[in-house]
């Protein structure tokens, strides 16, 4: 793997753990009881940050895989 990819799957790598930091954080019923975000709502639920998860464990997934 040449330098920049493995930038890549190191940033990917980060966002993953912000991603699962996040969603964890979300499913908390005492946050989804005192947010109201309106149209914004789909953004912050944690499902978002769940599929988010996957796309970026998926890239770095392709990253890794040899030439």
């Known amino acids: 793997m040449n330098e920049s990819k493995r930038r890549v799957v190191k940033f990917l790598e980060k966002e993953i753990k912000t991603y699962a930091a996040l969603s964890l954080f979300l499913s908390r019923k005492s946050i989804k009881q005192h947010l109201h975000v ?30």
């Open 38 to 67: 309106g149209k914004k709502k789909a953004a912050i639920s944690p499902s978002y940050y769940k599929e988010r998860m996957k796309e970026a464990k998926s890239l770095v997934h392709e990253l890794r895989k040899p030439n």
